[in-house]
């Protein structure tokens, strides 16, 4: 199944991570850069549709700039960022040159994932480049992103990538050989993953122990992210980009990292959009008959089951439903905003129209912008 599914994915993200590809001390490691590029060029010859996301702006930053150590304040990351950035599509522009493939920068932010038709926008640009035969280098924007628009982590950029790619497959290219089974570090018969059927609460206390690289991500982070593509029916492998030869041997279905398989019944892109892409705005705690309605029986969620509206959100806002546990099993696009849902909470939609007024959705949130969280 592995095999197959690694043999037949077509159009693949690869996430390159900033330590195969620079260091502080040396700056951009050309050579690394250049056999990742022959790597690339090769699975492209097989066929394969390919979209990189790499790092490596800041740290070739810092060295260009000269800094002692990582910088702290934002507007000297944002500098070097911004040299590290064009740095580091030269060092593309020319390994992928000497194969005959032309590159193209894209940058992204939250933002511009957050807004549906800019979302979509980048989706018909990135097919556009992809049917002009062009390799697509997208990096975060890094220079004017601050904390608030920020996706934050490349892991998670790739994540957003592939499903706005529509991708076959994601593969995170780390220094590390994927995800095992205890400590390599620190037990020797710690064995490699090579498949995941299901990201449990049991394989996501295993990334504590699995992560041995510097970065802004980790293990958990592309756990995070191959949680999240899956959700979308598309697979993340994780490999170790250091070992010459290993991406092409395993897209052939040789042995070598672990992939987390996809399920099988995927949401919709919008419905993925709303769960994963949006940050929701507040939480709303639903009794257990608003509960079971959602989850078993279909429904929109009606004010007559909310109990609690926690956090400020105007109508359209993406929301959280928090059941009685207070655990959240459902996100959504909300009707009415968070104060008008204060008052109207509990009541029914006779008493809504008595005291409010006829309203222009008789649900707090419908159906077709709900989405039950699997787990
Ligand atoms: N966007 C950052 C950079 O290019 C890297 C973020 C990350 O590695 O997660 O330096």
């Known amino acids: 199944?592995?095999?197959?599914?690694?043999?037949?994915?077509?159009?693949?993200?690869?996430?390159?991570?900033?330590?195969?590809?620079?260091?502080r001390a040396e700056g951009l490691r050309p050579q690394q850069i250049e056999r990742l590029a022959d790597e690339i060029a090769a699975l492209r010859t097989d066929?394969?549709?390919?979209?990189?996301?790499?790092?490596?702006?800041?740290?070739?930053?810092?060295?260009?700039?000269?800094?002692?150590?990582?910088?702290?304040?934002?507007?000297?990351?944002?500098?070097?960022?911004?040299?590290?950035?064009?740095?580091?599509?030269?060092?593309?522009?020319?390994?992928?040159?000497?194969?005959?493939?032309q590159v193209a920068q894209i940058l992204l932010?939250?933002?511009?994932?957050?807004?549906?038709?800019?979302?979509?926008?980048?989706?018909?640009?990135?097919?556009?480049?992809?049917?002009?035969?062009?390799?697509?280098?997208?990096n975060e924007n890094d220079t004017v992103a601050v904390d608030e628009i920020r996706v934050g982590d490349n892991d998670t950029l790739a994540s957003e990538v592939a499903h706005l790619a529509d991708a076959d497959l994601l593969v995170i290219l780390s220094d590390v050989d994927g995800l095992y089974t205890e400590d390599p570090r620190k037990n020797q018969s710690a064995t490699l993953i090579p498949l995941i059927t299901e990201i449990t609460p049991d394989i996501e206390r295993l990334a504590g122990v699995?992560?041995?690289?510097?970065?802004?991500?980790?293990m958990a982070t592309k756990l995070r992210a191959a949680k999240k593509v899956g959700e979308y029916g598309i697979s993340t492998l994780i490999l170790n980009g250091e070992r010459a030869g290993l991406l092409p041997t395993v897209l052939g279905g040789g042995p070598g990292g672990s992939l987390f398989l996809a399920r099988e019944r995927r949401l919709n892109s919008r419905k993925?959009?709303?769960?994963?892409?949006?940050?929701?705005?507040?939480?709303?705690?639903?009794?257990?008959?608003?509960?079971?309605?959602?989850?078993n029986r279909g429904k929109s969620l009606l004010a007559s089951g909310v109990l609690r509206v926690m956090g400020s959100f105007e109508a359209g806002d993406p929301v959280s439903c928090v059941d009685t546990d207070g655990k959240e099993f459902a996100r959504g696009l909300v009707n009415v905003s968070s104060?008008?849902?204060?008052?109207?909470?509990?009541?029914?939609?006779?008493?809504?129209?008595?005291?409010?007024?006829?309203?222009?959705?008789?649900?707090?949130i419908h159906r077709d912008n709900l989405v039950i969280l699997s787990c």
């Open 1 to 23: 199944m592995r095999d197959k599914l690694l043999i037949q994915a077509k159009r693949i993200v690869i996430k390159i991570g900033s330590s195969l590809i620079a260091s």
């Open 47 to 101: 066929g394969r549709e390919i979209l990189m996301v790499s790092s490596g702006a800041i740290v070739s930053g810092i060295r260009k700039l000269q800094l002692k150590d990582y910088p702290k304040s934002l507007p000297v990351k944002q500098a070097a960022a911004a040299v590290g950035q064009s740095r580091l599509m030269w060092a593309y522009e020319k390994a992928f040159e000497r194969l005959n493939i």
């Open 109 to 138: 932010t939250h933002q511009d994932l957050a807004d549906r038709r800019r979302f979509l926008n980048a989706r018909h640009t990135l097919a556009a480049l992809i049917g002009f035969g062009i390799l697509p280098v997208i």
């Open 210 to 218: 699995s992560s041995t690289f510097e970065g802004t991500g980790g």
């Open 272 to 295: 993925h959009w709303i769960a994963f892409t949006l940050r929701s705005r507040g939480q709303i705690h639903l009794d257990q008959g608003a509960v079971d309605a959602l989850t």
């Open 339 to 364: 104060a008008l849902l204060r008052q109207m909470k509990g009541l029914k939609t006779a008493a809504i129209h008595e005291h409010f007024g006829p309203q222009e959705y008789e649900e707090v």
